[in-house]
């Protein structure tokens, strides 16, 4: 398993000149970040509290020694985390991110793939970001008939990603 504690989101930007900022919020329900109290900001915690939504999914949110326009700014890209024992387990068929990275991804027949390195999800379905032995990164699908297995104890993603998804040629220019 992994880290003890875990990101729950990051801090976009200010929020007016009263110390509001602003949210992305990797929670499944975006006001679940003030749900399970104090969070991690670098070396100290904030108690947050909600304060709206913006029209694209951010949470408007306050913390208390978080006073002034430049002090909100200051945590733009930080990570809020939560220690790991204040989030519920995860269920049967649940899995956090975190525990994710760091393992092997192969293929059904064993084809290894790389190592999970991130997962994104841009809109139109979760993606899974390997390192592959050699050359670029790659993303994949990772859900519905793609993803085949997680193996947690196994330190294993299998998946079954389309074929064209792993043909080098697939999209290159020819010269």
């Known amino acids: 398993m992994s880290a003890s504690r875990l990101s729950i989101g990051a801090v976009a930007s200010a929020h007016g000149v009263r110390g509001q900022f602003k949210v992305k919020p990797f929670t499944a329900a975006p006001r679940d970040i003030a749900a399970y109290g104090p969070v991690w900001a670098g070396d100290r915690q904030l108690t947050l509290q909600i304060k709206g939504m913006t029209a694209n999914g951010l949470v408007i949110v306050a913390a208390e020694g978080v006073s002034s326009r430049d002090a909100a700014e200051a945590l733009r890209g ?58 670029p990164t790659l993303l994949l699908p990772f859900g519905g008939q793609g993803l085949v297995e997680i193996d947690l104890e196994g330190g294993r993603v299998v998946l079954d990603p389309p074929a064209e998804f792993l043909d080098p040629d697939n999209g290159a220019d020819k010269a």
């Open 78 to 135: 930080t990570a809020l985390q939560l220690d790991r024992s204040a989030l519920p387990d995860a269920g049967s068929d649940e899995v956090y991110h975190a525990d994710l990275l760091g393992l092997a991804a192969e293929t059904i027949d064993g084809t290894p793939l790389g190592e999970v390195i991130g997962l994104h999800d841009f809109g139109a379905g979760e993606l899974i970001e390997l390192r592959p032995p050699t050359g």
